[in-house]
């Protein structure tokens, strides 16, 4: 599969791009109405996500592809989050995931950055993903860690790290 040419803010682009690989599109309708009361939305939810609640998503959330995508306990995924699952999604327990965020287990092409195989992501309990954010096929962002806004990330990130820029390097080590 080659890579898919994506730049920030073309979002609705790229998701019009997977709209045929939506398994539950009622599903994605209902979570992002503001009309849904609160059990719509995780019924919804739990259409599109393996979930272990609670769990708060605001909308524009959008999820496509074949893949199982796992959402572990008190996850938040702010504004306009986009996963593209042709390989399997993992976020562990308390992950924060902000605006505009894209995680994609397919491959794309950003800025020069090309994903290195189609594999799964996995972020690690307690981890922050930051506005904007590019997470590519095949990362383990580990516990703890930061990824910053902006950052396109194609490695590994380690427990307790901060990761910034296109493409995303260590900037520091988290100390308590």
């Known amino acids: 599969m080659s890579p ?3 730049s920030p803010g073309n979002i609705s682009q790229l998701r019009k791009m997977f709209s045929h690989r939506i398994a539950y599109p009622e599903a994605l309708i209902q979570i992002n109405a503001p009309t849904s009361t609160p059990k719509q939305k995780r019924q919804a939810l739990k259409q599109l996500v393996t979930l272990s609640a609670p769990c708060w998503i605001e ?4 999820v496509a592809g074949p893949a199982t995508v796992t959402f572990n306990r008190f996850v938040f995924a702010n504004h306009n989050v986009t996963l593209l699952a042709q390989s399997p999604i993992e976020i562990g327990e308390g992950v924060f995931i ?8 397919y491959p794309l092409a950003i800025n020069g950055v090309v994903s290195r195989e189609i594999d799964k992501i996995s972020i690690g309990h307690n981890a922050w993903i930051g506005a904007n954010a590019i997470i590519l096929p095949g990362v383990h962002v580990g516990c703890n860690a930061i990824v910053g806004a902006n950052a396109v990330v194609y490695e590994d990130v380690p427990d307790n790290t901060v990761v910034t820029g296109a493409p995303a390097s260590m900037h520091r080590m988290i100390t308590e």
């Open 4 to 6: 898919i040419p994506y």
């Open 59 to 62: 909308p524009e959330f959008f």
């Open 98 to 105: 902000g605006p505009n965020a894209v995680l994609s287990t």
